[in-house]
């Protein structure tokens, strides 16, 4: 092996985000990449919105550190970010894999685009519930009851380190859907050039749109800079999604309103958590028949690499996105997995741990249920 290659893609929650086809693909091209003598390491950060907010960027730093302490053969390595969000293209605009966004415009109200765009609203519902339920937070040894807009200031300060209010704050929506991926890929490149350690990786980042009406990434940063292994695994998906009678059938799912069966919450390791192997354990759990195969539109997923870390807070757009998905899409299954049984304890303390979570957890009455990659692998 002469070079590792590190990809990190940062991608929505959105249950239609992932088909067998995209993991057929990166699974091909992996192997013949490795044949050159290139080892592909791949990460996915799921959070609603593929918003890039500090915790984000904390996630891309711990995965990319991680790489090098694995890095026992000292061979060259090289580092990518791949910001992707998602929506439905009008059917005259340039789906090019390269295009530019005033070349492409989104069909309005379509549920095929990123619930995010209505992030706000949800942040007011979430004001709305706190209010309602009047939760205690202790600050410096004292009992605060949040009750209107000034405590939740206090519990976004003393809790998530954040000082300002939450809807429209805190959470934000999306303002433009087609420019959003260049936009995160901005907040990336200015969080990279203020961190010393991320700024000697030269990392190289790219934005695109996944268009959900061709099942398609377009890329919107003019293919700049060009990245062989991405590249060509878009142009794979492409292909098949276009010529294959089976694919065309597989993708169908994707082009459906937002329906998942359950939520997953887990760590963006692939080595340490599967949505495949979640997804096929809870169709099995149900009673659902299956082939094995990942299908879009399955499960809700949200990731990060510090979710096992009991005593520190979740996001903004992972907690947006936990709510959007229990109360709006009705997931009160949420399948919790860790590597093994005690790094899943330590996720699910995390949200018993985050005030906001685990009233969430608490009103709507949601079943966490706790499964870990190494078990399954073992079952199968």
């Known amino acids: 092996m ?12 959105d249950a239609r985000d992932l088909n067998q086809i995209q993991l057929d693909a990166i699974a091909k091209i992996s192997g ?30 711990r995965t990319f550190e991680q790489a090098q302490r694995n890095n026992d053969k000292n061979v060259a390595m090289s580092y990518f970010v791949h910001i992707q969000t998602h929506g439905h293209l009008t059917e005259d605009s340039n789906d090019e894999y390269i295009s530019h966004v005033h070349d492409l415009r989104i069909v309005d109200g379509s549920p095929l685009n ?12 979430i004001e709305e519930m706190l209010v309602a339920e009047k939760p205690e937070i202790e600050v410096r040894g004292r009992k605060h009851k949040i009750t209107n807009d000034t405590k939740i200031k206090l519990l976004l300060r003393e809790v998530y380190a954040y000082d300002g209010y939450l809807a429209g704050d805190w959470i934000t929506s999306i303002d433009l859907l087609r420019t ?29 749109i996944q268009d959900y009406a061709i099942h ?31 694919a065309k059938e597989l993708l169908i799912d994707q082009s459906k309103k937002q329906k998942p069966l359950a939520g997953l919450i887990s760590m963006s390791d692939p080595r340490q958590a599967s949505r495949v192997t979640a997804a096929n354990h809870y169709m099995t ?52 997995m860790g590597y093994d049984e005690a790094q899943t304890a330590r996720i699910v303390q995390k949200i018993k741990n985050d005030p906001i979570m685990n009233m969430i957890v608490q009103k709507f009455k949601v079943n966490l249920i706790p499964i870990n990659q190494r078990d399954l692998k073992d079952a199968e």
Not at 32 to 58: C, N, Q, W, Y
Not at 181 to 204: F, G, N, V, Y
Request: charged share 25%.
């Open 216 to 246: 398609s990434l377009i890329r919107v940063d003019d293919g700049e800079p060009a990245v062989p292994f991405w590249d060509t695994v878009q142009q794979e998906i492409r292909r098949h999604a276009q010529n294959d009678r089976k």
């Open 2 to 13: 002469r070079e590792k290659q590190v990809h990190i893609l940062v991608g929505c929650a």
């Open 32 to 61: 013949e990449f490795a044949k050159e003598g290139i080892e592909i390491e791949m990460h996915t950060i799921r959070t609603a919105g593929s918003f890039v907010t500090p915790d984000v960027v904390l996630d891309i730093k």
């Open 285 to 336: 759990l149900k009673g659902i028949e299956h082939t094995g195969d990942y299908l879009p539109n399955t499960l809700f997923s949200m990731t990060g690499t510090s979710f096992d870390i009991p005593n520190t807070p979740f996001g903004p757009y992972v907690i947006g996105g936990f709510f959007f998905a229990v109360k709006h899409l009705q997931l009160t299954d949420q399948m919790v």
């Open 180 to 208: 959003h991926p260049r936009h995160q890929r901005t907040l990336l490149e200015k969080a990279i050039a203020h961190d010393s350690e991320l700024k000697m990786l030269d990392i190289h980042i790219t934005c695109g």
């Open 114 to 125: 990123c619930g995010m765009l209505h992030a706000s609203a949800v942040g007011v519902e």
